[in-house]
């Protein structure tokens, strides 16, 4: 059901979405300080973490992050053992960035049992509708969001 947006209504959301997007950078560079780490590269390890192994082009590729990058993130990570480099086991000439996940967990996992259980309690007050309603609106901002990261990371 697509129904017009009043102006009053495209700004109230508009304003809502980057005051979420500004609370979100906020507390994940809270998180990751507390960590010993800078916000992006935090972040950069959620996302190793749950896309998994992966060479360093192809984290690059992902990330829109140069090669030099990947390197500098990389050499952090492991410092902070968050991560690893490793030959591939089909293709030894291949490196691998592998997370450590478990080291990740023992690190960030406190905070974000909490968070969880917060937006859990949030979550459960709405009503199914709602629900379906949020998980739409989530789902098709992010399709939104990676398809515009997809095209700036491969403007020529």
Known sequence: M???LSNEQI?????LGKLFSDATILMHEAIARKAGLTGTD???LGILIQKGAMTAGEFAQLTGLTGGAVTGLMDRLEKKSLARRAFDKDDRRKIMIVPETENAMQLLGGIFALLQSKIVG?????SAGEKRAIEKYLRSTMA???????????EQ
């Not at 700004?11 to 304003?15: D, G, L």
């Not at 939104?144 to 491969?154: G, P």
């Open 2 to 4: 697509n129904q017009e």
């Open 11 to 15: 700004q109230t959301i508009s304003e």
């Open 42 to 44: 935090h972040k950069y």
């Open 122 to 126: 949030i979550i459960s007050t709405f």
């Open 144 to 154: 939104v969001m990676n398809e515009i990261t997809y095209e700036l990371n491969n």
